[in-house]
């Protein structure tokens, strides 16, 4: 499944070209945005197979935008991994507890990352 498309929705650009890289070297399209509200949008054009999703984004944060796609039936069975430097266990158990199909803590151990978005991605397919 490597030509699958992949929205990242995060707002340091380091760590968008980290991501970037990381999964165009292996063989995956991307698309970026730097907020929810941009994020949303090409979820509803481009139809991602994933999206990575920050929590802390300016504006609406990725909770907030995690619901709205849940409620959009163009956008809800798209899954998508909360991306965040959150590591607290409380933390994890929050934005889990909101929906989100999986969770990968900042900074990325890039092994662990590429086998999530594999799993996740095998997991979503019909």
Same mark, same amino acid.
Request: aromatic share 4%; net charge neutral.
């Given at each position: 499944?490597?030509?699958?498309?992949?929205?990242?929705?995060?707002?340091?650009?380091?760590?968008?070209? +980290?991501?970037?890289?990381?999964? #165009?070297?292996? %063989?995956?399209?991307? !698309? =970026? @945005?730097?907020?929810?509200?941009? &994020?949303?949008?090409?979820?509803?054009?481009?139809?991602?197979? +994933?999206?990575?999703?920050?929590? #802390?984004?300016? %504006?609406?944060?990725? !909770? =907030? @935008?995690?619901?709205?796609?849940? &409620?959009?039936?163009?956008?809800?069975?798209?899954?998508?991994?909360?991306?965040?430097?959150?590591?607290?266990?409380?933390?994890?158990?929050? !934005?889990? @507890?909101?929906?989100?199909?999986?969770?990968?803590?900042?900074?990325?151990?890039?092994?662990?990352?590429?086998?999530?978005?594999?799993?996740?991605?095998?997991?979503?397919?019909?």
């Amino acid at each position: 499944m490597s030509m699958a498309l992949i929205l990242i929705v995060e707002d340091h650009e380091k760590n968008r070209k +980290l991501v970037r890289d990381v999964l #165009q070297f292996k %063989g995956y399209r991307i !698309i =970026e @945005a730097e907020t929810a509200e941009e &994020g949303l949008r090409l979820a509803r054009a481009q139809h991602p197979a +994933l999206i990575l999703m920050d929590i #802390q984004l300016p %504006g609406m944060n990725g !909770i =907030e @935008a995690l619901a709205i796609l849940r &409620g959009d039936p163009q956008t809800a069975n798209i899954p998508v991994i909360a991306v965040t430097a959150s590591a607290m266990t409380q933390e994890r158990d929050k !934005i889990m @507890a909101a929906g989100f199909d999986a969770y990968q803590r900042k900074p990325l151990a890039i092994k662990e990352f590429l086998a999530l978005v594999q799993h996740t991605l095998e997991a979503a397919r019909p």
